[in-house]
Structures are given as C-alpha cells and as structure tokens.
C-alpha cells in the first residue's frame, strides 16, 4: 500500500532552514559589528579605554622662596606638612559614621566639621575631599597605624608656607590661601591651577603668583571604571619649585622703620631715588601671616577685617591723606620754574588773611613778618604760600605741577594694590559739585589741604624728583628673579623711569638748598638735627575733619646725605595719623631712621646717639 504525503516533514525541514537562516544572520550581523568596533571604531574606544583606565592626581609644587635684598637667609619658606583626605564611596555601607568619628578624633576636631565637607549628596562620590590641612607627621604616624579602620581615609603631603619674616613685612610679602571658585575660573587656562591650589592673595604673594606657583607634577594610576586602583606602581611626573624671588627690602631697614614708628598708626617709606628701589614699607598697625595657614582662616580673616584699625590696610601704597605742607615743594618748584614770583621779593605774614569774606589763619597766629622763598619754606607760612599760589599760580598751574611730580596717578609699584591719590581740577568741582573754582579753594591747595590726597609712597616719589632733578622712576619691590635649584639670577629689574620734568637745573638746585635750610634755619631743626648726616626735607601737619582736638596728621618728608651723589642718597618719608596722641613723631622718627641706616645702628643704639632717650621714656609714662 502506497505511503501518502507528510506535511510534517515539510514543516520539520522549513524551520531547519528558518533556523538556519537566523544563525547565519545573526553570525553576519555580530561579525560586521565587531569588524566596525575594532577596525573603524577601535581608535575611538581605545582612547575612552585608556580615558576610564587612567587615573591622573595632580601633584602640587612647592612655591619658591622669598628672601630680602641680601638673599642670604629667606623671609618665607615652605614647612613639610600633610593634608588628610576622604574617598567616601570606599567606606563600607552603614560604616560612614563610624569611620567619620574616629577620623575626627584622630585629628582633633568634631565629626560635624567633617560632616560638612562630606555632606549627604556626597556620600557615594569617588571624589578626594580634603578634610583638614597643616597635619604634622606624628598625626599622619597615628593614622597609619589604624587605617584598616579607616576606609577611604589617605593622606599627601602638602607644604604649609612658613613666614619668617612677621611684622610690619606682612604687608608687602601678604599671605597664600586654597584658591577659590571664583579665581579658578580666572586662572584655570593658565594651567597651572587646580581646585586644590594654593594661591596668593596680598602682596608679593599675589603680584608674582606665577612665578612663585612653578610646574605641578602628575601621578597616574590604572583604575577601573568605579575608580579603584588596579596597580601599586605609579606613573610619576615630578613637580617643579616655583623661583625664588629676591625684594628690594633690607630686613634691616625695615625693622629699624618698624621700631622707630612703634605702636603708632601711621607708614613709613624709604626709597632710593636713583632707581626706585624700595628698601622699607612700614604700615602699622599689621598681622601676622601665619594665621591664615590653619582650618580658621576665613575667622581669622574676618576677625582682622572688622578691627577698627584695619590691621590690613597697608597705609604706605593704599591709604590717602592730605600731604598739608609737604605740598610747598611742588609750590616752590612751580613758583621757580615759572618765575611767577621772584624768589627773593617778601611777602609780609602778620599771621592772618581775609579773603571771600573768611579768615584764613597761619600756623603762627602772630605772623611771621616779611619773608622770601627760602624763608616762607623754611618757616612753613601759609600766608606766603596763599598769596602766591591764588595771584601768581593759579589752580590749572599748580595742578599741572602736582601731577607731573607723579600725584594724582598709580606709581605702578608691584603690589596688586595701590590708591592712585587725587589732584583737583577747577572743571573737576564743577562736574562733581556743581559749583565754581574758588580762590579760596586755591589757597587750600596751595598749602596741600583741600581736596588733594596722596599716600606716603606718593610723598617719597615727590621728593625722589628733587634728588633727581626731574626724574622718577617706578617704584618696586623686586629685585631679582633666581632658579631655586642652581641659585643663578634669572632676571634682574630694570629702573624704569616714570615721570620725567624738562626744568632748567638751576632751579633744583635752588629748591634743593632751600629744603636743606629748612632743616638747618627752619620749623624742624631741632628733632631733624644731625651731627652725622645733612639732610634736607619738608615737614606737614595736616588738619583732619573729625579728628579730636590737638589732633593732626604729622608728615616728614627728607632725603640725604645732602651733600652724596644721588646714588648714596636716599628718601625717608614718616605719617603719624591724628588718631594717634599728638606729639610730632614724624620728624624725630625720620631723623632716627636716618642715622640707623647711615651709622648702621640699632634703634636704640642711634636713638641713644642722637639724644632722644628722653622722648620716648616721656611716651611710655604716658602710656
């Protein structure tokens, strides 16, 4: 009998095929993605591999060391210290607080302040968070010993800056402190900056960040994608110290202008005229830089912030005053330079001068009888000086003069801040008080009151241009640039020149021998006195509005020796504020630092020779 047709086995031989069919399919498919990721894609995922695998830390460099004109011993330094970090996805689940705490008591602070730096949102993070900084070793030691009971728990080394040098110095070096969001968005394409940087934020600190900040170094490690390392071996890129910076600063110097101004608030500059080289910059009162190498920095900051001394004001570079009688130099130079009064005609002070309905009074209410020029400046008279700035000078004269003698203008010394000071014009008032030029303003001006403002730096500069006869240059800080590992000077500063006056010599000479007789014949012969050094100079004492009674800002300004060539001479300028007790600090102060520098002596050995003991046992019974 004859066997009939199957569909079975149609249908059994159909999904044989199908099945078949699919493999191969599937095969094609899996082989044509795999030829695409290794042959036309394979560069891409290599780099992503390589991307997820390597782990880069940065590692930071030391900053270079800052030493003063010597260059032997050096004012700042960096001390070995270690910052302790937390990895908080490595701690165990559950196991955060108990970690946290212990971790805490090891550094001596409370678990809620780690809570703060590792707060809930954070918890799981692969990140380093830095927990606290300044650790010493013997910490790190402890640490060590215990780490198996503290996951996610490492530490680095990271240089604390050491400042030597504290005092009055605070505010020309300034101070570092971890960079902030803010300045990384400023620096981050510089490179040579992370969000755990340490950065200058005053004085020279900041000024040559870059070159203090040198080249980070790289450590690399295999890791997988969570972030766990896979190696014991790292890749190392060592880092590069920053370059060592020489200042212009004699330590010397400086702590000889710092005693002599003592607890006064006020500034003290010296300078060389020659080259703008600043060898002192004294401002009281000041700080303490290492204050901010701890976890309270920000309070310590605050703290001095809010000091109504304002401790980190430097009064030198930043703050303004009136120059009061300092100004008759500039007053003498013009009044010279554009024969608009013969030096040698006299003007009669009978103390007094009515003008605009207003009496204006000399400093000497009975008057000081016909005077000169040489006279009217060595006796300081206003008189003298109202009259012939309101009818022989004018307001336009006298401000022309004033800026061109560098006021009213940055001195573009390197510091990253300074008080450019303020010369008024007659269009200035209008536009500012809606209201005209008056002559009595310009009798103000022409004894350096009114609305001209200057810092002491400004007052050095003015007299720099007497030494130099017509020229200033800009003063700095810097001296030098050296490589910390050979010591071989990089670069050296340049004097450039920053203002310069086409005036004929013979009135230099002139207003140099005039302000050498106001220190021989004039209001400060006695404290100015030196057996040793001629110097020459001009005293101010300006009013202030608001000040107690008896209270003025005292101003000496001097250069010397007289007799040296330019490059020996230097300039001394000393402010006392009005805040202080009055007691005309600023020329015996002057005077001091004179004969320190010029007899090398201490404080007390050139106060001893000069015959001042006296002076200050009177300050301290008052005190």
């Known amino acids: 009998m004859a066997r009939g047709f199957d569909t079975t086995d149609i249908d059994r031989g159909v999904k044989i095929f199908l099945l078949t069919l699919i493999i191969v399919l599937a095969f094609f498919v899996y082989t044509l993605r795999l030829f695409s990721m290794q042959g036309l894609e394979g560069e891409n995922y290599q780099r992503q591999s390589r991307t997820i695998s390597s782990q880069v830390n940065t590692l930071p460099a030391q900053r270079g060391e800052i030493f003063d004109r010597n260059a032997v011993l050096p004012m700042v330094i960096n001390s070995d210290s270690f910052a302790v970090d937390l990895i908080p996805a490595e701690i165990p689940a559950g196991h955060y607080d108990a970690v946290a705490t212990r971790l805490a008591s090891f550094l001596g602070i409370t678990k809620r302040e780690i809570d703060r730096k590792v707060p809930g949102r954070l918890r799981r993070s692969y990140s380093q968070i830095e927990i606290r900084v300044n650790i ?17 728990v490492s530490w680095r080394s990271k240089p604390m800056r050491n400042y030597v040098e504290t005092g009055s110095i605070a505010h020309v070096i300034g101070y570092v402190g971890d960079i902030t969001r803010e300045e990384l968005k400023v620096m981050y394409n510089k490179k040579l900056y992370t969000s755990n940087s340490i950065v200058g934020k005053t004085g020279i600190e900041k000024q040559y960040d870059e070159l203090l900040q040198g080249e980070p170094g790289r450590e690399m490690r295999t890791v997988d994608v969570r972030g766990h390392i896979l190696d014991d071996t790292p890749i190392i890129e060592p880092p590069q110290m920053g370059k060592n910076l020489v200042l212009t600063i004699d330590t010397r110097i400086q702590t000889l202008a710092q005693e002599t101004l003592g607890n006064r608030v006020g500034a003290a500059v010296v300078l060389r005229p020659s080259n703008g080289e600043v060898l002192a910059l004294v401002s009281y009162p000041y700080y303490d830089q290492n204050l901010f190498n701890n976890d309270d920095a920000g309070a310590q900051y605050n703290r001095l912030a809010v000091d109504p001394n304002k401790p980190l004001l430097n009064r030198a570079v930043n703050a303004i005053y009136p120059p009061a009688s300092t100004f008759k130099t500039i007053m003498a130079t013009a009044l010279l330079a554009e024969k608009a009064f013969p030096s040698e005609k006299k003007i009669e002070c009978n103390g007094r001068i009515e003008y605009g309905g207003r009496r204006f009074n000399c400093h000497v209410r009975w008057g000081h009888g016909w005077l000169d020029l040489k006279n009217a400046l060595a006796q300081s008279c206003d008189v003298y000086f109202w009259v012939t700035g309101r009818d022989n000078l004018g307001v336009d004269r006298i401000s022309s003069y004033a800026k061109e003698f560098g006021f009213g203008q940055s001195l573009d010394i390197d510091l990253p801040a300074q008080s450019d000071g303020f010369v008024p014009t007659a269009q200035w008032k209008e536009r500012r008080y809606h209201s005209i030029w008056l002559g009595g303003d310009t009798m103000n001006m022409s004894i350096g009151q009114g609305y001209t403002l200057v810092t002491p730096l400004h007052v050095a500069n003015m007299m720099a241009m007497v030494c130099n006869e017509g020229k200033i240059y800009r003063p700095h800080l810097l001296k030098e640039i050296r490589d910390p590992a050979t010591n071989e000077v990089i670069e050296e500063i340049k004097p450039q ?21 106001v220190i021989t014949d004039g209001t400060p012969q006695f404290p100015m006195n030196n057996k040793k050094i001629k110097l020459a100079g001009k005293t101010g004492t300006a009013e202030v509005a608001g000040a107690k009674k008896d209270h003025w800002h005292s101003w000496m300004v001097a250069y010397g020796p007289y007799d040296a060539p330019v490059e020996e001479q230097l300039v001394v300028v000393v402010l006392v504020e009005a805040v202080n007790e009055w007691e005309w600090w600023a020329p015996y102060a002057t005077n001091i630092i004179f004969q320190g520098i010029f007899q090398n002596q201490t404080y007390d050995e050139a106060i001893s020779e000069l015959g001042f003991k006296y002076l200050v046992k009177s300050k301290a019974r008052q005190e």
């Open 136 to 152: 010493p070793f013997e910490t790190i030691a402890n640490i060590a010993e215990n780490i198996n009971d503290l996951p996610g």
């Open 497 to 517: 020149v920053l203002q310069e006056m086409n005036i004929d010599p013979s009135v230099w000479k002139e207003v140099q021998q005039d302000l050498r007789y």
